[in-house]
């Protein structure tokens, strides 16, 4: 795991990003167009772009399927989509912190190291598949710390409705993210699953008994310093980044992508801002595109 040290503004946001999917017919590039207009718009911003950023996906690999990569614009190789993302995230580049590879890109290691590549262009961290970020201040102190890694494997689909099947999800989400032991980071984050989620804190939640009967805690009466060497789970939160990968490729292409395959339902693309205020993490926001 990578230990990265990232000055940060006591005021700001933080953009949590990944699965791009670049060369996959069915990826969104004009939702990746809202999110770098995002990023440029934000004057204090930072990037995590957290893996699959690259489809990847060659001639010799069982998933390639040529009616599904998008050869009219140019990005068939995986040379070509690093290239394509390299130029797309130019304008925002002095913005990107931190860069890790996904399995997608993980799958090519034999071959090149295309995360090292996209780091080196856009002048990032190179975060491996998972690491540990100190975002500290000017004086080199901690201000918090967060995980980021790709991830692995799915959450959950099961539950009979909306509501529970989130609740289900988001606990699945904590019990991953929470299983990595990584206790000292307010905000713990994975990609991968396609998911556009968020888990708060649930501190400010808690009914505890008192002598003088039961009193509700709210967070700021419970308060605990983000950068403390433990942090109990009911304080963090935890994101799952979303994509812009679409489940159903553009009519008229004849295009077959693996969710339509697999039965997967449509899913929320997009991103999670993290706002900081005061050297702090005070909100982790969900950001639908597709809604």
């Not at 505890?208 to 805690?217: A, E, P, S």
Request: proline share 3%; charged share 25%; with cysteine.
């Amino acid at each position: 795991m990578e230990l990265i040290k990232l000055e940060t503004p006591m005021d700001g946001t933080i953009f949590d990003v990944s699965d791009l999917h670049y060369g996959a017919l069915n990826c969104r590039r004009d939702l990746i167009d809202v999110l770098i207009d995002d990023i440029d718009r934000t004057k204090q911003a930072q990037v995590y772009l957290k893996g699959d950023l690259m489809d990847a996906i060659t001639p010799d690999d069982k998933r390639f399927k040529m009616c599904s990569v998008d050869v009219k614009a140019g990005i068939l190789t995986p040379h070509d989509q690093a290239d394509a993302i390299l130029k797309q995230f130019r304008p925002v580049k002095k913005k990107i912190s931190v860069i890790n590879l996904g399995n997608h890109e993980y799958k090519l290691l034999g071959v090149f190291d295309f995360t090292k590549y996209l780091a080196s262009g856009l002048e990032a961290h190179h975060g491996g598949y998972s690491c540990k970020v100190h975002h500290i201040n000017s004086k080199g102190e901690t201000l918090f710390k967060i995980f980021a890694t790709h991830g692995g494997g799915s959450l959950t689909r099961g539950g009979k409705d909306l509501e529970t099947r989130e609740g289900l999800q988001k606990s699945h989400l904590r019990r991953k993210l929470g299983g990595l032991h990584q206790a000292d980071a307010i905000y713990s984050t994975m990609g991968h699953c396609h998911q556009l989620l968020v888990s708060e804190p649930t501190a400010n939640r808690k009914l505890n008994m008192v002598d003088d009967g039961v009193q509700n805690y709210i967070r700021s009466d419970l308060s605990i310093k983000q950068n403390a060497p433990y942090i109990p789970d009911e304080f963090r939160w935890y994101g799952c980044s979303g994509s812009f990968l679409d489940t159903f490729t553009p009519s008229g292409s004849q295009a077959i992508s693996y969710s339509e395959v697999g039965m997967f339902g449509p899913t929320k693309l997009g991103y999670i801002k993290i706002h900081v205020q005061g050297g702090e993490i005070v909100e982790v926001e969900p950001v639908c595109l597709n809604m």
